[in-house]
């Protein structure tokens, strides 16, 4: 997801020396987020309701099928939206690239003042999207799920967390930050129940427990 970069053999090395930079902080107390995904209640409800199935086939798969990012507002496209809704005191330039601010990645903790160090990660991935029903839709149907800023789909993170992610599900990721665990679980029904995209096994089993402790 996103670009490649060729520091995750070192990211866990570098999460320590910035700690000791203090670049590596607690959560601002005024981040902005995502869409708040529905109550942990409703995500259960919502998780019960969802077709169970056997993943189906990443054949004929490509991003290019998900259009993004796409325009939103003047010259600001899916991605910088997402860069300025979820940091702190972010300054674009005439292009909207953001040219300063601070993003504290839910995923992980840590928090970062160089949008290059985000990803904007796809909650329910691309591709774990064509596989669980998305391979049947329009491309426009793709492109609204690619850029959908009103569910809880787009979140700014840490990029090597997010490319360690790729586009694994509940039942093979988690969040390394335990405390948003319960979150993600809830989006991730939210998004799946929205777009009536099915769950296997193993990844409604994962959800259950989340949901179960939240």
């Known amino acids: 997801m996103g670009k490649v970069y060729a ?35 409703t995500a259960r409800t919502y998780l019960a309701s969802l077709t169970v199935k056997a993943e189906g086939s990443l054949t004929g798969y ?34 909207c690239a953001s040219v300063s601010g601070s993003w504290y990645s839910q995923y992980d903790g840590a928090t970062w003042t ?15 999207a064509w596989r669980s029903g998305a ?15 009103t569910r809880p789909q787009l979140i700014a993170v840490t990029d090597n967390v997010n490319q360690a992610k790729s586009d694994l599900d509940p039942a093979e990721w988690l969040p390394p930050r335990t405390a948003y665990r319960c979150t993600y679980a809830r989006a991730w029904v939210h998004v799946k129940h929205h777009y009536n995209l099915s769950v296997d096994s193993a990844e409604k089993s994962a959800l259950q427990s989340v949901l179960n402790a939240c």
């Open 7 to 41: 520091r995750r053999a070192v990211v866990l090395a570098s999460t320590a020396a910035l700690a000791l930079t203090g670049l590596v902080t607690t959560a601002p107390s005024a981040q902005a987020a995502m869409p708040t995904p529905v109550s942990a209640a």
């Open 62 to 95: 490509s991003r290019d099928l998900f259009p993004h990012w796409i325009t939103q507002s003047g010259a600001c496209n899916t991605r910088e939206t997402v860069l300025k809704r979820d940091g702190s005191n972010v300054v674009t330039d005439s292009s």
């Open 114 to 128: 160089a949008a290059s160090d985000l990803d904007i990660d796809h909650v329910v991935a691309l591709a774990e």
């Open 135 to 149: 391979s049947s839709w329009t491309t426009a149907q793709r492109q609204g799920f690619a850029n959908d800023l």
